[in-house]
């Protein structure tokens, strides 16, 4: 998924901020739960939209959703896609399976009590 974002007054705009708590619920069972995200920010500003793509991965790693990672700002080029697939290094998804549930993060208890 891309969600793509305007900056307003240093950070995400107020309908984006609220569509993703709605779409958060039920905890654990969010739909962008588990799922790769891009983040896209604009501003007129010379910092290019980078303090609402901060508040959006924020947002978004909350959710537990696979932000995808990449150098962020105006100056900076966005990840190459080739028939709707990444195919720019810059835009690799972590693979968050391999780190370890860790039992103080609400996140991942859930993942604790499948492995139980």
Do not use: C
Request: zero cysteines; hydrophobic letters at 35%; aromatic letters at 4%.
């Amino acid at each position: 998924m891309i969600i793509a974002s305007p900056e307003y007054n240093y950070g995400m705009s107020g309908v984006l901020k609220n569509a993703l708590d709605w779409a958060s619920r039920p905890y654990g069972k969010a739909k962008l739960t588990g799922k790769p995200v891009l983040t896209v920010t604009v501003s007129p500003a010379s910092t290019g939209g980078v303090r609402a793509q901060i508040q959006l991965n924020e947002t978004l790693t909350a959710i537990a959703a696979l932000v995808v990672l990449r150098p962020s700002g105006d100056r900076q080029r966005l990840p190459e896609m080739t028939d709707g697939v990444f195919t720019d290094e810059t835009a690799r998804v972590p693979d968050r399976r391999r780190r370890r549930p860790d039992p103080r993060h609400r996140q991942d208890q859930a993942v604790i009590k499948q492995e139980s």
